[in-house]
């Protein structure tokens, strides 16, 4: 997730079961005009945690929703948010629900990619410093920062309507990479006439840039593998073999489609009459114009966002030629896949053994779908589509697969990454970025940072424990473990 601005309200204790050692539930009762629970997936210690601000009354609030199945989702990443907590899910009815710019978030698509190579990580040590400065140079970070292209008018509507197809079509990468992509990398209903004017200002100097926040591009290596079947058909092959994984959404280009259409969604919560306990849950109905135009704007943010990754990934495979001095082809530079974190889909799910044409919005939560599923790449029928949780810095990531289980519970959906646990102020009270620093070179990772403040902000006490997160998604069965990926070099904004 990108900086998300919260409510400065203290936590509530909010009434809650316990259904299993994992699931808990806030009744339907807890709020009159829930319209359905609101579920929690976690164990105590990440329960404990969710208490700690207002993640829980976020997901009772989000139970108000028209048209809401099921329940009000909180994955086990779950903390405070914009509306809806980040690691938030809920499935709107497609006929008779709403859609809401909270359930998605400002950092539209922010998401996630892992590349694989066939370099071990001993091949790259003496090299590993040489690459990361290439990156660095490459790949431009930080608050506000520029891209290295400019795009005129005109490119920034074809960006917005084509996403990764765009980027490749200008030389920036190759074409099998969309087809690793979640919707292929560019979602159909995007519509360039609905985004303002200033929205397209903010994205055309950011497009091939990273950002700033817990956005990063880290050199990784495999350091365990769970599912010898599952990893070989996703390209990992052994252990220590080095690994690319890129975290960044949409940029400005985003934050202004989502500042501008919560302005709209204000006006259309009173204008369709609809009763909520938040004003940060603002929407309107799924089948009204102003609903219409954000899908068609956010479709046009997530886009942008494939592209952006996908330009990143370009100059992530030249960094590595330069280092090695081999083409990437050879290095076999390849995505394994690419994974949306903030989204609202169109989908169809089974609901009380019906199927059922809903939004689910995804907000801080990464789709898994089980094997089969017509929406993922035939390669990874057999096993499922590959679902990648990044941790927080220093600390491993973890390669996964969608299961039917997660269709059952989550609407085809699990955690995200570790979660925040200090909002990046109270990190910077309590760390300092030299510090931080020290200790991952102490590790063996080298970091390269925009700023030392953001090395505070993003250190791995301002997270809760990824491989505790990885370990409630593998055990609840809503994602399963295949590998387990560890930081060799990072690159922050």
């Excluded at 404990?48 to 199945?69: E, W, Y």
């Excluded at 899910?89 to 710019?101: K, M, Q, R, T």
């Excluded at 081999?326 to 009380?352: R, S, W």
């Excluded at 390669?379 to 927080?392: A, D, H, L, R, T």
């Amino acid at each position: 997730m990108g900086k998300e601005r919260k409510s400065r309200q203290p936590p509530l204790n909010v009434d809650y079961k316990k259904i299993t050692e994992l699931i808990w539930e806030i009744p339907k009762d807890y709020k009159h005009g829930m319209l359905v629970a609101g579920r929690i997936y976690a164990n105590k210690v990440l329960l404990s945690k969710m208490r700690k601000d207002r993640t829980l009354d976020q997901c009772a609030n989000v139970a108000f929703l028209p048209g809401i199945h099921k329940f009000s989702i909180t994955l086990p990443d779950g903390h405070e948010g914009y509306g809806f907590p980040i690691g938030g899910v809920a499935a709107l009815d497609y006929e008779n629900g709403v859609i809401s710019p909270g359930g998605v978030g400002y950092d539209i698509n922010c998401g996630v990619r892992l590349l694989r190579t066939n370099i071990q990580k001993q091949e790259i040590k003496e090299k590993l410093a040489q690459i990361l400065d290439a990156l660095f140079y490459l790949v431009p970070s930080g608050l506000g920062s520029k891209g290295r292209i400019r795009l005129t008018a005109n490119e920034i509507n074809k960006v917005a309507i084509e996403g990764a197809e765009w980027a490749i079509s200008q030389e920036y990468g190759w074409k099998e990479d969309t087809e690793r992509c979640e919707e292929t990398g560019r979602m159909a209903k995007a519509d360039s006439n609905k985004i303002s004017s200033t929205a397209k200002k903010r994205g055309a100097s950011q497009l091939g840039s990273l950002g700033s926040g817990n956005h990063f591009l880290e050199i990784q290596a495999v350091e365990k593998i769970y599912n010898p079947r599952a990893a070989k058909l996703c390209g990992i092959e052994n252990e220590g073999q080095v690994t690319v994984m890129i975290h960044t959404g949409s940029r400005g280009f985003g934050h202004q489609i989502c500042s501008d259409y919560l302005r709209v969604m204000e006006h259309a919560t009173k204008k369709y009459s609809i009763a909520l306990p938040d004003r940060e849950l603002a929407c309107a109905p799924g089948t009204s114009r102003e609903a219409q135009d954000y899908f068609a704007a956010m479709a046009c943010a997530a886009n942008f966002a494939w592209a952006n990754r996908q330009m990143i990934t370009h100059w992530t495979r030249q960094a590595f030629e330069k280092a090695l001095k081999q083409p990437a082809d050879k290095l076999e530079i390849q995505l394994i896949y690419d994974v949306a974190h903030n989204i609202a889909k169109i989908e169809e799910h089974t609901i009380n053994k019906k199927n059922r044409k809903v939004y689910v919005h995804r907000k801080g939560a990464t789709r898994s779908f089980p094997p089969n599923h017509p929406e993922i790449p035939d390669e990874y029928k057999s096993i499922g589509q590959p679902v990648i949780i990044p941790g927080s810095m220093g600390t491993a990531s973890y390669l996964m697969i969608g299961s039917q289980k997660a269709m059952e519970l989550t609407f085809g959906s699990t955690a995200h990454g570790a979660g925040r646990m200090l909002s990046r102020r109270a990190a910077k009270r309590q760390v300092w970025g030299r510090d931080v620093a020290k200790k991952l070179k102490e590790k063996g990772i080298l970091v390269r940072a925009a700023s030392m403040s953001v090395l505070a902000e993003e250190s791995d006490a301002a997270y809760k424990n990824i491989d505790m997160v990885a370990g409630v998604s593998h055990d609840l069965g809503i994602a399963t473990l295949v590998a387990r990926l560890v930081p060799l070099g990072v690159t922050k904004g």
